[in-house]
T-cell receptor
């Protein structure tokens, strides 16, 4: 079965550079979530989108922005990168329309590991 | 502000049941209890969820106390591959799951 695809899997950037992470949800899933997990920390909710509109916002820095496109894939843009942005970034998807989100099951990708030097 | 309290770590022997407790004394009437696990740096994986009735699926059982202030996740026959961090999450939907500290379960051979 198709899973959530994240790219790139690994990314190395310098401080003050910009990075873009991409997420391709499971087909027919309309909701995308972004989480950040720093070294030794728990996943922190950043932001979510439903039907291309921002749905919920968590602890996403102002330097970060995200959007969901017409094909439901999502991109997380991070600018003015700081050392503390080094983390695993997880994308998850679910289908709110079919009520799947109410089943509590979010499907997570394998993550994108960002290293800021 | 954490909605759940879990022991930081537990261990159990392979083949035995693993019982992971979670306290959620401030849970609201419309809030569900969700359990996820994360195996070393992989994406979190859904296990089970419930509102007030006990639930069972192919992975685990969820026992929720009558007052809903606590719950227990049961892995009936733990294997080495069940070694992971287990997260108990309370929320009124899965639209914004907030992960807490979780329990690091070590399954011993």
């Amino acid at each position: 079965a198709a899973g959530v695809i994240q790219s790139p899997r690994h990314l190395i950037k310098e401080k003050r550079e910009t990075a873009t992470l991409k997420c391709y949800p499971i087909p027919r899933h309309d909701t995308v979530y972004w989480y950040q997990q720093g070294p030794g920390q728990d996943p922190q909710f950043l932001i979510s989108f439903y039907e291309k509109m921002q749905s919920d916002k968590g602890s996403i820095p102002d330097r970060f922005s995200a959007q969901q496109f017409s094909d439901y894939h999502s991109e997380l843009n991070m600018s003015s990168l700081e050392l503390g942005d080094s983390a695993l970034y997880f994308c998850a998807s679910s289908s709110r329309t079919s009520g799947e989100a109410n089943t509590g099951e979010l499907f997570f990708g394998e993550g994108s590991r960002l290293t800021v030097l | 502000d954490a909605k759940t309290t879990q022991p930081p770590s537990m261990d159990c022997a392979e083949g035995r049941a693993a019982n992971l407790p979670c306290n959620h004394s401030t849970i609201s009437g419309n809030e569900y209890v969700y359990w996820y696990r994360q195996i070393h740096s992989q994406g979190p994986q859904y296990i089970i969820h419930g509102l007030k009735n006990n639930e069972t699926n192919e992975m685990a059982s969820l026992i929720i106390t009558e007052d809903r202030k606590s719950s227990t996740l049961i892995l009936p026959h733990a294997t080495l591959r069940d070694t992971a961090v287990y997260y108990c999450i309370v929320g009124d939907s899965s639209y914004k799951l907030i992960f807490g500290s979780g329990t690091r379960l070590l399954v011993r051979p």
